[in-house]
């Protein structure tokens, strides 16, 4: 099965390369011989792929641990869920699985846009292709998930299969990291879609918003798999970890967080180009950046250059990504500048207060954030050049940029659907606001009267107020047209509202989801936590809540062996919750894992975690008291709802279709 | 691993590239002239500007005299768009 794999992949290289060559060089010279033969090397290619993780996948559940892949990253008594989710839990498989989804993507998008966008297709397909030969190389040359592992005797290497592998990291043992990478992978590959578009417009000089119509709903697509990977992410990290926090600011979290804000710049400023035709510079910059950023933030993981929690060790593929960014970077500018006469504005901006001046500062500000978080994840490496040194800058730096961008960012989602196209009147602003404006203060007023203080929070809450209560607005008065003028009930109304205009009203739902997470971010201003020793029967006292050890055990599974406190959590006397967190050490990978607990309500989390054997013989206990964390995974679910209703077809046009 | 399951992979997927080249090139894609696309581009971007400014109005996002200024404006750009798209399209 290893040769197999193997010569899978390397036959993949040269399939690839011959169908970059036959889709440039088919497309340039408009021969269609050419061009189906680089069709057809994408779907060969999506097959080699299809092939190749099969048979990883295949190994992994025959425990075949004469793979040095397979013996590294499963053992026998792994479940046989994390059996499969071990195939992206190293960087040879992880690889092989981007460039996998890099298959899928490219053969979808050959078999949906082949025959209407007969000029662009050759150059698409190239471009994929050619992200396709380079984890090909990766995966093939540098860093093969099919290597036999070997021993060593008397100078010769021989075949060597041990009796178990050395198993999963228990980390990576949770239900929301084996879904996490897909989720982020399929966010981060499928910026490949637009990104090749945009070459291919500039390829064949086309000067209009065609590439941008054409991508629209696989922007969105890869958009919302980001932002589900990035939360799932977090979710995992405030789960799993065990440190109480969601969001560490570590570089691997930023590497996902980076295109996910050019991303979303660039999901805004599209609309300017559909609109008005302007900005066509601007957003091929954009997807440029955020195509870049999705590897560069490959490139953080896999290289070793930062430390991170949960990056890969250093490795020598770290060169070959760079290397690789550098000439793809360099190549896209170049084009992009020669072809500056087709990205020449239609019209100007007619007034500053107007709805393509409010995405123009969102965009800014977007790509401000990007900017702080990526000079803040690039710092220990920019130090250690000039310095010698490696100086992290650490999560005080990114949230005293950060938090104030975000309150600005906040404040546009909130006044940006509230202004027209072109120009809003001063009759049409004072109209507009002042309901949601009132709304703020309302909320201003209320919770500085019951004590809060907290500059930050007290903004951000008051700018949720706004942002609701603009969408609220919105979709009120877009219903009541249709009540009084349809006789539809307000449900029926808000329903048929949305679904014939899904890109307006999916996007203020998304904006809702948005207040939501800022709301969820903003509690962490009153987070606070207690860590003791606690003997059986011992208790301690948080944010109002008794946290009452009753019992502690050990014992051990065929795969670990634990320490586990029973807890019994009370308000005011009443039992609330027993809650058992525990201490994990795995045999096999030989690491230890906290398995925290965690008793959730809308307004706060009361978290738990067993930290250790204490000396007295009791367990060390750390409760954390997160207030609105809730809040923050409600509003990545309905930031995603939003997204996905976005993507659906206006229901007027199925109507068309359908007549 | 048999040798014959190992070079079915590479000697299919290079049969399977390599047929097309066989065939005679028949099909032909037209490319959009970039003035037509262009101009394409700007009517439709114009209609929908007016569907959207009328949405807004319908929903009072927009006052009476704002709606009527923009209409106003869009549609005499619409025109121009339309005249020089009938020009174009006769002339290529």
């Known amino acids: 099965m290893l040769q197999l794999g193997s010569v899978t992949l390397m036959t993949l290289c040269p399939v690839a390369l011959f169908g970059i060559i036959a889709s440039f060089v088919g497309g340039a010279k408009r021969r269609m011989g050419l061009v189906r033969a680089g069709e057809r090397s994408l779907l060969v290619s999506f097959l080699l792929l299809t092939l190749a993780i099969a048979i990883l996948v295949f190994q992994f559940y025959t425990d075949d641990f004469n793979s040095s892949y397979v013996a590294g990253h499963s053992n026998i008594d792994l479940s046989p869920f994390y059996k499969a989710t071990s195939l992206w839990s190293g960087q040879e498989g992880s690889l092989l699985f981007w460039n996998w989804l890099l298959g899928v993507y490219g053969a979808t998008v050959l078999l949906v846009h082949r025959k209407k966008n007969r000029d662009l297709m050759p150059y698409v397909t190239g471009i994929i292709l050619t992200a396709i030969l380079f984890f090909a190389i990766l995966n093939g040359i540098v860093s093969s998930p099919f290597v036999p592992l070997v021993s060593e005797h008397g100078g010769t290497t021989v075949p060597f299969a041990p009796q178990d592998g050395r198993g999963l990291n228990p980390l990576l043992q949770h239900p929301a990291m084996a879904i996490h990478p897909p989720m982020l992978y399929l966010g981060l590959v499928g910026f490949v879609v637009p990104f090749a578009f945009a070459m291919a417009a500039l390829l064949v000089r086309s000067p209009g918003s065609r590439w941008i119509r054409t991508t629209r709903r696989w922007t969105l697509f890869a958009w919302c798999f980001l932002s589900c990977g990035v939360l799932l992410g977090a979710r995992w990290a405030y789960v799993e970890l065990g440190w109480g926090g969601y969001w560490a600011w570590d570089p691997v979290e930023n590497a996902s967080l980076m295109p996910w804000l050019t991303g979303t710049a660039f999901l805004h400023s599209v609309m300017i180009q559909e609109k008005k035709g302007m900005m066509k510079v601007w957003n091929v910059a954009l997807v440029i950046a955020t195509y870049f950023l999705c590897l560069f933030g490959t490139f953080l993981t896999r290289s070793g250059v930062v430390s991170s929690v949960h990056a890969f060790a250093q490795s020598p593929i770290g060169f070959y990504f760079i290397t690789f960014i550098a000439i793809g970077l360099a190549l896209s500018i170049w084009l992009a500048y020669s072809r500056r006469e087709f990205l020449a504005p239609e019209s100007g901006l007619d007034s500053v207060v107007s709805r393509e001046s409010s995405f123009l500062f969102n965009n800014l500000i977007l790509l401000a954030a990007c900017f702080a978080v990526f000079w803040g994840t690039i710092f220990p490496v920019i130090s250690e050049a000039f310095r010698g040194e490696k100086i992290s800058v650490g999560p005080p730096f990114f949230n005293k940029i950060n938090i104030p961008i975000g309150l600005f960012l906040l404040f546009l989602t909130g006044v940006g659907p509230l202004l027209a196209w072109r120009k809003t009147s001063m009759a049409g602003l004072r109209r507009n606001l002042t309901w949601p404006t009132a709304a703020a203060l309302v909320v201003m007023i209320v919770l500085l009267a019951q004590g809060m203080r907290e500059f930050y929070a007290l903004i951000c809450f008051s700018l949720f107020a706004f942002v609701v209560a603009g969408v609220l607005l919105e979709f009120y008065r877009g219903s009541r047209v249709r009540m009084s003028q349809l006789g539809e009930s307000i449900v029926l109304a808000v329903y048929r509202l949305t679904a014939k205009n899904t890109r307006r009203y999916g996007g203020y739902i998304v904006h809702i989801g948005t207040a939501l997470l800022f709301a969820g971010i903003a509690g962490t201003a009153f987070n606070s936590n207690v860590r003791t020793e606690l003997l059986e029967g011992e208790s301690i006292d948080i944010a109002g809540y008794n946290v009452r050890v009753d019992h502690i055990e050990s014992d051990r599974t065929p795969n670990y062996e634990y320490e586990r406190a029973q807890i019994t959590l009370t308000e005011d006397g009443r039992e609330i919750k027993k809650l058992y967190p525990e201490r994990r050490f795995y045999f096999a990978s030989e690491q230890a894992s906290s398995e925290v607990e965690i008793h959730t309500t809308f307004s706060e989390d009361i978290y738990v975690v067993y930290a250790s054997h204490g000396p007295n013989d009791g367990a060390v206990i750390q409760v954390y008291h997160n207030p609105l964390v809730r809040w923050l995974w409600v509003g990545g679910m309905i930031l995603v709802g939003g997204t996905i209703i976005t993507i659906f077809p206006n229901q007027k046009r199925r109507e068309q279709i359908g007549a | ?92």
């Open chain 2, 1 to 92: 691993m048999s040798w014959f399951v190992l070079l079915l992979v590479p000697v299919g997927a290079i049969l399977y590239l390599l047929l097309p080249l066989l065939r005679p090139d028949r099909e032909i894609w037209d490319v959009p002239e970039a003035r037509i696309e262009s101009l394409q581009e700007k009517k439709r971007m114009l209609v929908g500007a007016v569907r959207d400014i009328d949405f807004e109005h319908s929903i009072g996002n927009l006052t009476d005299e704002d709606h009527l200024e923009a209409r106003e404006r869009l549609k005499a750009d619409l025109s121009g768009v339309v005249v020089d798209l009938k020009i174009a399209e006769e002339t290529d």
